[in-house]
């Protein structure tokens, strides 16, 4: 009887170790999947990067007229504290980005303040894109809310010292306290070939390459993003286009060979998402007799595009400026500009004149002077950059205060030779 029993029992326990094994391989297996998940988490699969796109695509598609022209402008407003005219552009126009001067910018814990009462107001729009929230801060002369932040030197300055080395430390200490107070958008650097203009690093073309291309990469340790201006350089121009147009007389091989260098180089070399190009309001009638950069389908598509390849944002100079003013209404810059093939305006003061590039652009679109494939190609670069580099985030102004013009920044910066 206990034989027979043992030869019942034995098979039984044998089947119930086979039958735990298999069912205990699916979970180890998940497990497995799961750790490289884990693992790799940092990285995108394929999959991630379609649902992204489809995303993007389906946020478009949802978007009007209205909302997506909004995007394309980057507007100032006068105050230290958020306006009703930045409400308004925020909320009901939607604009892309804010842009900071001294008006703006009191102390750091102030401008930290700002900037996260901005991002907060845009939180509560309908699509909830957060704002490029941008400054103007190359160093030397250029420089927001001098005395509360490091002094970081000219381009002139950091060309003659002649290290690439401290071009990048310089840049990441510039990005640290940006991105401190909530700025990360600078539009920067200059990349004009000049040998007295302070803003320059010189006139050698592939100094300013290298230079330029240490300047986006200490931006981006801080994620900040910069922007390569004036292209395609305007260097040769005695003319400040803030003030009046002029002409850079040059033909396509000499400006191709100098000016246009560094610029070219870095859509080579650099990840085109890491930076915007800006450009001037200047004329180049050697690509176009008549229209100047900003306004130019020669310079912004045929140029700057197809020629030279580049695949990030174009962000027009500050449309205010008299170089334009002085020859087109601001309904027609906006439009013009669009048409010409930039994905971001300027318009850095007056509530007024962004409200009439704003609503101009609509009414071109609406009468068919301007495609709307151009507007939502427009916008397609300007959201995928957002949904792929940005995020709200509040930032912290007690931290603000101990960041900028920090006593190890001081000194590495003074120490400079």
């Known amino acids: 009887m206990k034989k027979k029993l043992l030869y019942i029992l034995i098979p039984l326990a044998l ?16 497990k497995e999947k799961t ?40 507007v100032g407003f006068d105050g230290s504290k958020i306006s009703s005219n930045a409400v308004d552009m925020i909320k009901n126009k939607h604009i892309g980005g804010i842009i900071y001067f001294d008006r703006n910018m009191k102390s750091p814990k102030q401008v930290a303040e700002l900037s996260n009462s901005l991002q907060q107001t845009a939180a509560e729009s309908k699509n909830q894109l957060p704002l490029m929230i941008a400054v103007d801060q190359e160093g030397g002369d250029i420089l927001r809310m001098r005395s509360q932040v490091s002094p970081i030197p000219s381009q002139q300055k950091l060309g003659k010292l002649g290290s690439a080395e401290t071009v990048y430390e ?29 803003r320059s690093f010189g006139t050698d073309p592939k100094k ?45 091989l000499d400006l191709e060979n100098s000016d246009i260098y560094p610029f070219t180089q870095l859509i080579k070399e650099v990840d ?6 800006m450009v001037t309001h200047i004329n180049y009638p050697a690509y176009d007799k008549e229209k100047p950069a900003s306004l130019s389908k020669v310079i912004i598509q045929d140029l700057l595009r197809k020629k030279l390849g580049y695949e990030g944002i174009v962000v027009t100079d500050d449309l205010e400026m008299g170089a334009v003013t002085k020859h087109y209404t601001y309904k027609e810059l906006g439009s013009e500009a669009i048409q010409a093939g930039a994905d971001l305006l300027l318009v850095c003061h007056e509530y007024k004149h962004q409200l009439e590039v704003y ?59």
């Not at 394929?46 to 909302?67: F, G, R, S, Y």
């Not at 330029?212 to 292209?231: P, Y």
């Not at 085109?272 to 190009?277: A, G």
């Open 359 to 417: 609503n101009g652009i609509i009414e071109d679109v609406r009468s068919g002077e301007i495609p709307v494939e151009q507007i939502n190609e427009a916008a397609k670069r300007v959201i995928s950059y957002k949904m792929n580099t940005m995020q709200h985030e509040n930032v912290d102004p007690k931290q603000a205060e101990s960041i900028v013009k920090s006593e190890d920044s001081l000194t590495y910066l003074q120490n400079l030779k």
């Open 35 to 74: 750790s490289g998940i884990d693992e790799e988490k940092d990285s995108k699969t394929p999959v991630e990067e379609i649902n992204a796109d489809e995303q993007i695509d389906a946020m478009l598609a949802d978007m009007t007229l209205e909302e997506k022209v909004g995007q394309l402008m980057v």
């Open 272 to 277: 085109n998402q890491n930076f915007f190009v």
């Open 15 to 30: 089947l119930f170790v086979v039958v735990a094994m298999v069912l205990s391989q699916p979970e180890e297996q998940s």
């Open 208 to 252: 300013a390459a290298e230079y330029g291309n240490k300047v986006i990469e200490g931006f981006q340790s801080s994620s900040v993003t910069g922007a390569l201006k004036h292209f395609p350089g305007h260097g040769r121009s005695s003319v400040d286009p803030h003030l009046d147009s002029s002409s850079v007389e040059a033909n396509q």
């Open 170 to 198: 310089s840049a990441k200490i510039n990005a640290k306290e940006l991105r401190a107070m909530g700025v990360n958008l600078n539009f920067a650097p200059v990349l004009d070939l000049s040998r007295t203009d302070s």
